[in-house]
């Protein structure tokens, strides 16, 4: 494999990788703040057709990403009404949430089966992106790329610089404790939630605007649940979760190469090896796991205030 | 025009109350936690808030830190009525809370949690030099990167009184601040107490520990069924008055067992050494001792020395690594769990209520079954037997005197003090051959603490050998026939109580060792 090649198929993981990690980032903000919403699939896949649809009838791809976006907030604060408003059991909700928008987007997206549109286009900076074997895979990628390494950083610092991080990860692990300091749980709650929304509708959004350029029902094949497990392979460590989406962007990648190189194993085996590399890395993960790298320790507990 | 008038009446007077309670009544539901409750609290003044456990001291002091809304009445700060609708709103004005149950983040560190409670305004960049600053100003020992989980219960403790005085309030509310503190910390906090008081502060002091009260409070409230039914000072009284007030009934003392000659050894530590599994735990090294039937061992100790692995290793959960190291009558069980001992007779109670001790979501009755099951007495071939659940469960109700709704009252719903009767009395009503129990009395109230203490000394009297872990030396001198104590996870040669001082104890509790302290006694 020429330089050249290997660059362009660093370029294939990284796309591949884009989209789990604006999903995993909006739900790590969530669930560090103690909320489990299982509705990712959900959201992402209403994102992809909401932003495909936008994009295709104004012919831009930021309306199609910020629609994507808006898709995404409207439904997660479904989603919030439910679970933290009427502390409804919340793995109850987030998977109520993910088949409403699996069957919602497929409505939703009908009139835009088989249309096809220009994928976003990638940067190209005079000289920089010219460089060999690493300017585009440095300089060229598509805007969705910097963003979602923008975004991870801006988490990261969010969390753990800022006191308003500081008390989103206290609500996550004591709601009654913050409550008791006059922290505002609900009102933190919310938000994140909304944030996990917008970004997974975002990611959506990447799916349909530039990983592949057109709309097809069930197009997120599962990358939701595959980012709710990553949060869990990060241990709701914000740059663990660029580590994970790589890894499992490389599989996916790897296993397409594998099936066109037909290597003399079914396809369908290779096709689940990105699943499959999901669950091992999640088994060894555990069986290391130092209880300070464990879940926050108010996830998915339902916060009913008394006054 | 209120504040004027009100303003005239405090010059008429000469003082004004910093904060003002009048008329205040809350009501969850039918039943009515503070009903007309009137109290005045003064800048300089140690103020205690004394009163059996339910009778509504904690429901009060949430209403004035802002997390209760009263359903009548008002509160006055500096005269003027206000409306504190969340702790933020209690804190700007002045008022600081140390919690009964920590309110602490465990997955946060120390510093972090202190940040929390802080105005939103201060500038958190040189937090930990401020903690260290804080921890030598107040000999109250902080170590800011450490997370919570790691700390024992009176490490804990410290965080929730740094954090509140970091936060410099005018009226310094305390719940049962010294239940984890040995009388040295004690003795700390009480000059750090003083110091405040000397500063202007107030301080709301809400304890069963009636000397505590004396040493530091000129004025006391005493609640009854919230209601106030007397305003005393606590000096001009003595702890037994103010206990009657308190209960409404005089406090029965304890009497002592009638089997005084010592029955055989029945529980036998040898050599016992554990490495903690937890990298902040204590390694348990080289503990041996003996129970006698008929006998109480009394374990004193500061917290965090090894006790929840010094009971963990008794009771089965952390096994040892060799079977001979924990005998019970003759038989070797070091590396048995806890069911395989309890099998053998031995009986166990730790220190945590609510989530070791008893399941707080399940019922009293299914609470019966998790610790009697293995006997067989509520389940047969894995089946429960409901009916003989309930029926143990309402046998601990009655003899131990349990307010609760019945067997089917979930454990979460009961009042620290009652539940606990409950796990010990659940213990005890097995008629244990050996009795292992961790903190039996904390945060429980004086009539409830009698109460545990009394069947403590009267299942030695039945022939038991009874092992009390505590960090209350009262209680230690009032029931135990000897007493060891547990340092860095060392356990000091068991003494007879009636031969061993305070002052010796406070020596091996500061890690003298024994015959150091023994020299001391001669």
């Not at chain 1, 370029?11 to 669930?31: D, K």
């Not at chain 2, 936690?33 to 005045?40: E, F, G, Q």
């Not at chain 2, 509504?56 to 504190?84: A, F, R």
């Not at chain 2, 039996?440 to 109460?451: E, F, H, I, Y």
Request: with cysteine.
């Amino acid at each position: 494999m020429s330089a050249d090649m290997l660059e362009l198929v660093l370029m294939t993981v990284v796309t591949a990788a884009t989209p789990l990690i604006i999903a995993a980032i909006g739900e790590l903000v969530a669930e560090r703040s103690g909320v489990l919403n299982l509705g990712v699939e959900g959201m992402m896949i209403v994102g992809a057709s909401v932003g495909f649809a936008a994009a295709f009838s104004s012919g831009s791809t930021l309306i199609g990403a910020l629609a994507g976006i808006a898709a995404g907030v409207v439904l997660s604060s479904l989603f919030a009404l439910l679970a933290i408003g009427l502390a409804i059991n919340q793995v109850a909700s987030g998977l109520s949430l993910t088949i409403l928008g699996v069957g919602l987007s497929g409505l939703m997206g009908a009139p835009f089966v088989g249309q096809k549109r220009e994928a976003a286009s990638r940067l190209a900076i005079p000289y920089l992106s010219d460089i060999p074997y690493v300017g585009r895979l440095v300089f060229g990628e598509d805007m969705f790329v910097y963003a979602a390494i923008a975004l991870v950083a801006a988490c990261w610092w969010f969390l753990n610089r800022t006191r308003a991080g500081l008390t989103l990860r206290a609500i996550g692990d004591n709601h009654h404790s913050a409550h008791a300091l006059g922290l505002p749980v609900r009102r933190v709650r919310v938000l994140s939630t909304l944030f996990g929304g917008a970004c997974a509708g975002l990611a959506g959004a990447y799916l349909s605007l530039a990983y592949t350029p057109f709309w097809s029902p069930g197009m997120t094949a599962g990358r939701g649940w595959i980012a709710l497990a990553l949060v869990v392979f990060a241990s709701w460590k914000p740059w663990r979760v660029v580590l994970g989406a790589l890894l499992f962007g490389g599989a996916t990648v790897l296993q397409l190469h594998a099936q066109a190189a037909s290597i003399g194993v079914p396809g369908q085996l290779l096709s689940a090896t990105p699943y499959l590399a999901t669950i091992v890395a999640l088994m060894i993960l555990s069986i290391g796991a130092r209880r300070n790298a464990a879940a926050p320790a108010a996830l998915g507990q339902p916060f009913v205030a008394t006054r | 025009m209120n504040d004027d008038g009100a303003t005239g009446t405090e010059q008429t007077t000469g003082k004004a109350p910093l904060v003002s309670v009048r008329g205040i009544v809350k009501r969850f539901g039918d039943f009515v936690a503070n009903d007309h409750v009137d109290l005045d609290i003064y800048a300089h003044e140690a103020h205690a808030l004394i009163g059996e456990n339910g009778a509504g001291k904690s429901t009060l002091v949430k209403m004035l830190y802002g997390l209760l809304e009263p359903s009548e009445g008002t509160i006055s700060i500096d005269g003027e009525p206000v409306l504190l609708a969340n702790p933020d709103a209690a804190r700007s004005r002045g008022i600081g809370m140390v919690f009964q149950h920590f309110s602490l983040f465990d997955n946060l560190t120390v510093a972090e949690n202190i940040a929390l409670a802080l105005p939103k305004s201060r500038d958190l960049s040189d937090l930990r030099e401020q903690v260290l600053g804080f921890s030598r100003r107040y000999g109250l020992t902080l170590e800011p990167d450490r997370e919570v989980w790691t700390l024992s219960a009176g490490e804990r403790q410290r965080i929730e009184i740094a954090r509140c005085l970091l936060q410099d309030p005018r009226l310094v509310v305390l719940d049962e601040p010294t239940s984890v503190l040995t009388p040295r910390e004690v003795e700390t906090l009480f000059v750090t107490l003083d110091k405040l008081k000397a500063e202007g502060r107030a301080l709301l002091y809400i304890s069963h520990k009636l000397d505590e009260v004396k040493r530091l409070c000129e004025r006391a409230t005493i609640l009854r069924r919230g209601k106030v039914v007397g305003v005393c000072d606590p000096r001009a009284e003595s702890a037994r008055s103010l206990a009657a007030l308190m209960v409404g009934a005089s406090i029965a003392e304890i009497k002592p067992n009638g089997n005084r000659a010592p029955g055989p050894e029945r529980f036998i530590v040898d050599r016992l050494s554990i490495v903690s599994p937890d990298p902040h735990g204590v390694d348990l090294e080289d503990i041996s001792f003996s129970v006698r039937g008929g006998e109480i061992l009394g374990v004193a100790g500061v917290a965090g020395n090894g006790q929840s692995e010094f009971f963990d290793a008794l009771s089965g959960e952390t096994p040892a690594d060799r079977a001979d190291a924990i005998r019970i009558d003759g038989a070797s069980v070091g590396v048995d769990g806890v069911d395989a001992r309890r099998a053998r007779g031995a009986a166990f109670t730790p220190e945590e209520r609510n989530g070791h001790a008893a399941a707080p979501d399940f019922s009293l009755s299914d609470n019966a079954v998790l610790s009697l099951h293995a006997l067989g007495d509520v389940a047969r071939r894995g089946l429960i037997q409901f009916d003989r659940a309930r029926l143990a469960a309402a046998r601990v109700i009655e003899r131990f005197d349990v307010r609760a709704a019945g067997p089917q009252a979930a454990a979460r719903d009961l009042s620290g003090g009652n539940l606990q009767k409950f796990v010990v009395g659940r213990e005890i009503l097995r008629d244990p051959k050996v009795l292992v129990v961790n903190q039996p009395t904390w945060g429980v109230d004086a009539l409830a603490s009698a109460a545990i203490r009394q069947a403590l000394v009267d299942l030695a009297g039945s022939g038991a050998a009874v092992i009390v872990i505590s960090q209350d030396l009262d209680e230690l001198f009032e029931i135990c026939d000897r007493i060891a104590v547990i340092h860095e996870g060392r356990l000091s040669k068991p003494r007879a109580a009636r031969d061993i001082t305070r002052e010796d104890i406070g020596m091996l509790m500061a890690g003298a060792t024994a015959g150091s302290a023994d020299s001391h006694a001669h």
